[in-house]
Nanobody
Framework: QVQLVESGGGLVQPGGSLRLSCVAS????????MGWFRQAPGKQRELVAG???????NYVDFVKGRFSISNDYAKNTVYLQMNSLKAEDTAVYYC??????????????WGQGTQVTVSS
């Protein structure tokens, strides 16, 4: 079983920055993508950013130019650098990792979530 441990969340003022980290551990076979979703109270969970093992990235339009995702797949780690934070970015951020099983089937693991609060 794979466990994802997130860190870096907290309270920050508007315009500030945070760096989220997520490390996968456990019985890992082959992770090929990692990334982040977020969910604000009363709203659906939405994709923030993702990155493949090869470095291909994608971002939701709202965070383009402000957030940057990076990885270190040798360490099964993904990062999310969050700059110019806005109150609208307040949410619980969830890390995910996509793995190909030995049977060749995909499986998505989830972190427990970390709270990001942007407020003055």
């Amino acid at each position: 079983q794979v466990q994802l441990v997130e860190s870096g969340g907290g309270l920050v003022q508007p315009g500030g920055s945070l760096r989220l980290s997520c490390v996968a551990s456990g019985s890992i076979f082959s992770i090929y993508a990692m990334g982040w979703f977020r969910q604000a109270p009363g709203k659906q969970r939405e994709l923030v950013a993702g990155i493949t093992k090869g470095g291909s990235t994608n971002y939701v339009d709202f965070v383009k130019g402000r957030f940057s995702i990076s990885n270190d797949y040798a360490k099964n780690t993904v990062y999310l650098q969050m700059n110019s934070l806005k109150a609208e970015d307040t949410a619980v951020y969830y890390c995910y990792a996509d793995e190909a099983t030995r049977q060749g089937l995909p499986y998505r693991y989830w972190g427990q979530g970390t709270q990001v609060t942007v407020s003055s």
